[in-house]
């Protein structure tokens, strides 16, 4: 089981940044799926979650209107598109696959906004 999250990096505000979600090795399709993100000194905070068929979405206040979640099943991969990047998006980002009481994470990608 794996879940790899790729496309952090260092941007200025107002930029955006697309992260990519893989997973192997579970029946993906089955998953719903967050993305999660905890900056230094602070708890985990939930960003945004999509149905395991992916036609239902939910965002957390601080994101909404700016970031999107999708999913492309068939290439087992979960996206999360970040517009206007703010500096307090500054965060490492992680992908969470659940279905009752499984639960996966990914290692976290690195997301920092500064000018």
């Known amino acids: 089981v794996q879940l790899v999250e790729s496309g952090g990096g260092l941007v200025q505000p107002g930029e955006s940044l697309r992260l990519s979600c893989a997973a192997s090795g579970f029946t993906f399709s089955r998953y719903a799926v967050s993305w999660y993100r905890q900056a230094p000194g602070n708890g985990r905070e939930l960003v945004a979650t999509i149905t395991n068929a992916g036609d239902s979405t939910n965002y957390a206040d601080s994101v909404k209107g700016r970031f999107t979640i999708s999913r492309d099943n068939a290439k087992k991969q979960v996206y999360l598109q970040m517009n206007s990047l703010k500096p307090e998006d500054t965060a490492v980002y992680y992908c969470?696959?659940?279905?009752?009481?499984?639960?996966?994470w990914g290692q976290g990608t690195q997301v920092t906004v500064s000018s």
């Open positions: 969470n696959a659940r279905y009752y009481s499984y639960h996966y």
